[in-house]
């Protein structure tokens, strides 16, 4: 396991805490039609970091070409009708390019600033001339509304129980998932980033900001810097 990442329950945890069995079960939102709004119809998406197809397979049936890559075989395992990756995004490079480069999952909030800078440059280096890149980033209260839950109407309950300071501006979180049958946690390190320091990480990339595509700023569409 990473340091400072953990995972608990049923199955397999790959190594930054995610459990593959709760992310089978976890419904997809509204992540598609985001995206599917941003982008051209029948665009080639590499999806960076795609876990299990949550939102691969939505994409898929919409009718865009999705590559999915993921650090975790055993996520993979579980994706159906995309080509498959198994590799670190921030040391990814297919020598190809893409209509948009997907960087969902907060994963550009990443502990370590230099596996951020990795997967920004991972983002810059595979996404075509007039392509475009997307990045869910987290919401405005994340690291300070805490504890919080919601209740799926599914049947399982989500649950931010921590988040406690780890040092040099990170801080260590501690997610819980109680499902009638099962419960899983995961611990991980997330990075609070202001829009200032976010769009900053973009132009370090090579990337600009082109739109906020959801009034939380959560999805961002950006593009190669002038």
Known sequence: MREGYEGTGPGAITPDGCAVELYTRLPVGDEPDVIA???????????????????????????????????SADMLARVRGARTVCAAVEKLDLGEKFDVVMLASFLVHSGDEEVRRGMLRTCASHVAEGGC?????????????????????????????????????VNSVRAEYEFPDAVWTQTF??????????????????????????????????????
């Open 37 to 71: 709004a941003a982008v051209p119809a029948g665009a080639h998406i590499l999806e960076l970091g795609s876990g299990v197809g949550r939102v691969t397979h939505p994409l898929l049936e919409r009718g865009f070409t999705v590559t999915a890559v993921d650090e």
């Open 133 to 169: 890149v997307l990045i869910q980033r987290e919401g405005p209260d994340y690291h300070t509304d805490v504890p919080r839950e919601r209740v799926d109407p599914s049947g399982f309950t989500i649950r931010i129980a921590s988040v406690e300071p780890a040092g040099e501006g």
């Open 189 to 226: 390190l997330a990075r609070p980033l202001t829009k200032e320091q976010f769009e900053s990480a973009l132009a370090e990339a090579g990337l600009e900001v082109d739109s906020y595509l959801t009034p939380d700023g959560m999805w961002v569409r950006a593009v190669r810097a002038a």
